[in-house]
């Protein structure tokens, strides 16, 4: 590891005086390789909802940190997550979402394994000189629901979601209190030219809310909106009015607001006004200058209303974008000359809507991994 590429163990903590990560920290190929090892392959992240696994021999996949990973819940009702990688030589094993039959069958050379991993079937293994069935199952990673949503680790030795996340299934539940009934109605994937801080940053911040995002600026009212700091998560709350440029309210809604969650080290959860539907957004770093995103949207009901359709192509043809070209262009300048290396995070003494100490309270997360 280069020098430059350490960080003082005091990186961050006097979010009053601090400046960014240095650039060769969202451009390097080293640094990115060091955080696949120290952060993603031993955090709990979150890859979808508890929706998409909801019922027996139903399954997704995601793709973490060059990974192919299946969440699959058994005929058992166990939900279970293993390496999309077939033990024989390697062929991915399910593609997608949908309903697995009760055996997964790999499309190579046909090995069948049961919904809990256990190989079912190596056709011809009787006439293999000491063929270990036992040590053929597929990889298993660790997998847990936590407050409605669906985590995985590749960590074996990992506790649990609560002890990265304390307080948070419950703060996330006070918010959005049909968090666990909601379904996917839409999902944007994107392959993001930045690096995941990079989008972490923008989240950690509604200092450019007011230039960037004209239509939520107009519902959720950044004079009336606080950023508060928990272990390993934050939570942005503001307080809300119907806007005709992004969330038209219901008359009925009392006390609208707007609770926006990051969790380390990079999923973000909103509750908009009106709490009965929310947005999320999934980061699955590719590369030091790539992140494959996926922004879903959930509502409680199936068959969407007009103007639920309608706010989904808010999401996609305005809001989306606007955070998009934002992070893209970061990336683009920050291995300018013209750059000076480093930025200053902009926290006033009021922690008012627009300071930037989330930004602040991320890097020093990150920091530890480089000192």
Not at 191 to 215: F, L, Q, R, S
Not at 348 to 363: L, N, P, T, V
Request: overall charge negative; aromatic content about 12%.
């Amino acid at each position: 590891m280069r020098q430059m590429e350490k960080v003082p163990e005091n990186f961050c903590t006097d979010p009053e005086n601090a400046w960014t990560l240095p650039k060769v920290f969202y451009t390097s190929g080293s640094v990115f390789e060091r955080e696949k090892e120290e952060i993603f392959s031993k955090s709990w992240i979150c890859v979808g909802h508890y929706s998409e696994a909801a019922s027996a021999n139903q399954y997704f996949t995601r793709k973490v940190i060059g990974e192919n990973i299946i969440v699959i819940r058994g005929k058992d009702n166990v939900l279970r997550a293993f390496y999309n990688v077939c033990p024989h030589r390697g062929h991915e094993l399910l593609t997608g979402a949908g309903k697995s039959k009760n055996v997964i069958t790999c499309p190579y050379h046909a090995w069948t394994f049961k919904l809990d991993g256990s190989l079912a079937l190596a056709r011809n293994c009787e006439n293999v000189a000491n063929f270990d069935k036992e040590n053929s199952n597929l990889a298993a990673l660790k997998v847990e629901e936590h407050g409605g949503f669906i985590f995985i680790n590749m960590d074996p030795e990992a506790t649990c979601v609560a002890d990265q996340l304390p307080g948070f299934a419950e703060k996330l539940g006070e918010a959005c209190k049909v968090v666990k009934d909601l379904k996917l109605a839409a999902r944007f994937i994107t392959e993001t030219p930045a690096n995941w801080k990079v989008i972490v940053d923008n989240y950690m911040e509604c200092y450019h809310c007011g230039p960037a995002h004209p239509g939520f600026s107009d519902s959720v009212q950044v004079d009336k909106y606080w950023h508060t700091l928990h272990e390993n998560w934050t939570l942005q709350f503001g307080y809300a009015r119907s806007s005709e440029k992004s969330f038209k309210l219901d008359p009925s809604v009392v006390d609208p607001s707007f609770n926006g969650f990051w969790t380390w080290p990079s999923t973000m959860f909103n509750v908009p006004p009106g709490a009965d539907f929310m947005t999320v957004i999934y980061e699955f770093p590719v590369d030091e200058e790539t992140t494959l995103q996926h922004y879903d949207i959930y509502f409680l009901n199936e068959e969407l209303t007009q103007e639920q359709k309608d706010l989904i192509e808010w999401y996609r043809h305005v809001f989306r974008p606007e955070d998009l070209n934002l992070v893209e262009s970061v990336q683009r300048g920050l291995k300018s000359r013209g750059y000076r290396g480093q930025g200053r995070i902009m926290t006033d003494k009021q922690r008012s809507g627009i300071s930037e100490h989330g930004i602040a309270y991320f890097q020093s997360l990150v920091a530890k991994h480089f000192q």
